[in-house]
T-cell receptor
Framework: SQTIHQWPATLVQPVGSPLSLECTVE??????LYWYRQAAGRGLQLLFY??????ISSEVPQNLSASRPQDRQFILSSKKLLLSDSGFYLC???????????????????FGPGTRLTVL | AQTVTQSQPEMSVQEAETVTLSCTYD???????LFWYKQPPSRQMILVIR??????QNATENRFSVNFQKAAKSFSLKISDSQLGDAAMYFC?????????FGAGTRLTVKP
């Protein structure tokens, strides 16, 4: 069966410090991978998605970046954290796109347990 | 960009009763998918139900069903025979060729 891991579970970082959050998926190949941020009391905002190794698409301009060095590894990074980067970060994966090949359409996304980031 | 609106920040229901959570969305696409996700206190996101826009029949999953009104761009979730374990944040989501959007969520409380 497929599983998705995120670490760390909780992180407290000072403003201006770097960030690296890791997400790994087991039990599947060629997953589509996603990073979301959930601000307190708000919905999910899609930050990045990846359809393959080295392929990253950014949804919103921001202080963060993402990388996919391996098929089942997705990393969220920042060189200098801002206070506004605080939030709950969720990684998700889905299978390949439906007939027609599009990666987003219709596929259930499976979410990791999340990382709570507090920037002080 | 497509938007998803959940107009009810909080809802409550008595155990064993029925509750309906509202969701509306805005799109110019004709082919898309809609989802309801549940996020319990553990923060784990769980898919509750999915609806393909090209299907007229409303999706159902056990006690969960949707009322999909394509013309009105409405996608409500009905929970029947509510259980204490249904207490959670519920997120409506939209997906098409180029976009994936979530609503702000509705916090559902189930009273014993």
């Amino acid at each position: 069966s497929q599983t998705i891991h995120q670490w760390p579970a909780t992180l407290v970082q000072p403003v201006g410090s770097p960030l690296s959050l890791e997400c790994t998926v087991e039990g599947t190949s060629n997953p589509n991978l996603y990073w979301y941020r959930q601000a307190a009391g708000r919905g999910l905002q899609l930050l990045f998605y990846s359809v393959g190794i080295g392929q990253i698409s950014s949804e919103v301009p921001q202080n963060l970046s993402a990388s996919r060095p391996q098929d089942r590894q997705f990393i969220l990074s920042s060189k200098k954290l801002l206070l506004s980067d605080s939030g709950f970060y969720l990684c998700a994966w889905s299978g390949m796109g439906l007939a027609g090949g599009n990666y987003l359409r219709g596929n259930e996304q499976f979410f990791g347990p999340g990382t709570r980031l507090t920037v002080l | 960009a497509q938007t998803v609106t959940q107009s009810q920040p909080e809802m409550s229901v008595q155990e064993a009763e029925t509750v309906t959570l509202s969701c509306t969305y805005d799109t110019s696409e004709s082919d898309y998918y809609l989802f309801w996700y549940k996020q319990p206190p553990s923060r784990q996101m769980i898919l509750v139900i999915r609806q393909e826009a090209y299907k007229q029949q409303n999706a159902t999953e056990n006690r969960f069903s949707v009322n999909f009104q394509k013309a009105a761009k409405s996608f409500s979730l009905k929970i029947s025979d509510s259980q204490l374990g249904d207490a959670a944040m519920y997120f409506c989501a939209y997906s098409d060729n180029n976009d994936m959007r979530f609503g702000a969520g509705t916090r559902l409380t189930v009273k014993p």
